[in-house]
């Protein structure tokens, strides 16, 4: 993703970044291995991996994809990309169900919520501090970009609003010329099997001239 973000300054260097990138996070997995690493690794898992963080971005991703974007859009690039329509339910989970389903679970995450334990230990409260910083530290950028969003941007408020809410999707030239590509392919097969049509085509009025003149012989 960050190389797909910046690619003229990352994508000469993708090599040499990717094994920064496994470096850096090996390093940040090695508390995970010592003694008492099993308390660091819930900690992580509680509160970032499978807690409220993930489900407040995948909430945003929907909506932004679904109500921002656009369903049917995103409908028919599904369609484009794999050659055939998905089923109905699809569109209806993707703006419906899920949205829902995941506002539920937030709301009884906190009605629910009790403190996080390892077997017989309480973890102490600067722990559970840690923990909200640590979902925090993933969660605060998507309010955050916005209200930077809304400051920075000229216009009234309705105007940047409207703008913010409004796709702006630049294809990649190199998707471009692959799509235009597919689609010449796509043309070409299709002469060449309206061609085969019309030869057999040919051949069978050929084949029944010969007969029926041969009959008139007779």
């Known amino acids: 993703g960050l190389v797909d973000n910046w690619p003229e300054q990352l994508r000469p260097h993708r090599k040499k970044f990717t094994l920064g990138m496994t470096v850096f996070m090996c390093l940040l ?56 329509r998905v089923s109905m339910y699809w569109y209806v989970c993707w703006v419906f169900l899920a949205p829902a389903f995941m506002v539920f679970i937030f709301v009884f ?71 235009e590509k597919a689609r010449l392919t796509c043309q070409d097969v299709r002469d060449v099997e309206m061609n085969i049509e019309a030869d057999l085509s040919d051949d069978s009025c050929d084949s029944y001239d010969s007969k029926r003149c041969l009959g008139e012989d007779l």
């Open 29 to 84: 997995g090695l508390p995970m291995i010592t003694r008492g690493g099993i308390y660091v690794f819930q900690l992580m898992d509680f509160y970032a991996a499978s807690g409220l963080s993930l489900l407040w971005c995948v909430f945003f991703q929907t909506i932004a994809i679904c109500w921002v974007f656009g369903a049917k859009k995103f409908y028919l690039c599904i369609e484009e990309m794999i050659g055939y």
């Open 109 to 179: 995450y906190f009605v629910r919520y009790s403190p996080i334990t390892m077997g017989a230990y309480h973890y102490p409260a600067w722990g559970e501090v840690l923990g909200f910083a640590i979902s925090l530290s993933s969660m605060l950028w998507v309010p955050g970009y916005a209200i930077y969003y809304l400051l920075s941007t000229k216009g009234s408020w309705s105007e940047v609003l409207r703008q913010g809410v409004t796709p702006v999707i630049k294809p990649r030239m190199e998707a471009v010329m692959a799509e």
